[in-house]
């Protein structure tokens, strides 16, 4: 007879435990609502203004905010105005998706494609975004903005650990 079929534990005696080791990785519950809180990662959005982009260029990178044009500018504040197309990152608990407009992406072309995939992780940053996803998003963005077509936004998901899983166009 199997060992197996001779060993009955309830779920409730599972919970019971205070802890259990098993090598490097430790389980700890005292109820139910707690191991779901804590395997739970909630979504979070993180909406990015073309405004907040261009502060944190013109704050952090003057060189290359001096690169775009004072008509490229005011196109961008007045898109933000109109809400017309939109730059945000989605987070939930596979990883997350980084959205960026066409407007965006013509900037980052403009004055350093490394310059706004700069601006906008630390933009990210500042809504609470740690500092692993915004290296990531400031790697991959960076890269991929070459990528993409004048005219077109691109989107980017990246693993819990920074890795580019799949992207495309907006």
């Known amino acids: 007879m199997n060992l197996m079929n001779r060993i009955a534990i309830s779920g409730a005696a599972l919970l019971m435990l205070e802890s259990t080791s098993i090598g490097v990785v430790t389980a700890k519950a005292d109820s ?25 260029l013109k704050e952090n990178n003057p060189e290359a ?17 109109l809400r017309q197309g939109e730059t945000y990152i989605k987070t939930n608990s596979t990883g997350f998706t980084v959205y960026l ?33 915004t290296a990531a998003i400031s790697t991959v963005v960076g890269g991929l903005i070459g990528q993409v077509p004048d005219g077109r936004g691109v989107w980017a998901k990246l693993s819990n650990e920074g890795s580019l899983v799949t992207w495309g166009l907006q």
């Open 65 to 81: 905010y001096a690169k775009i044009s004072v008509s490229e500018r005011t196109a961008l504040l007045r898109q933000d105005m």
């Open 101 to 133: 407009n066409s407007a965006i992406v013509k900037t980052a072309k403009l004055a350093g494609m490394g310059a706004v995939a700069w601006a906008i992780a630390s933009v990210a940053a500042t809504a609470g975004l740690t500092a692993g996803p």
């Open 32 to 56: 139910i609502n707690n191991v779901n809180e804590e395997m739970t990662i909630p979504d979070k959005y993180i909406s990015i203004s073309n405004s907040q982009i261009l502060n944190a």
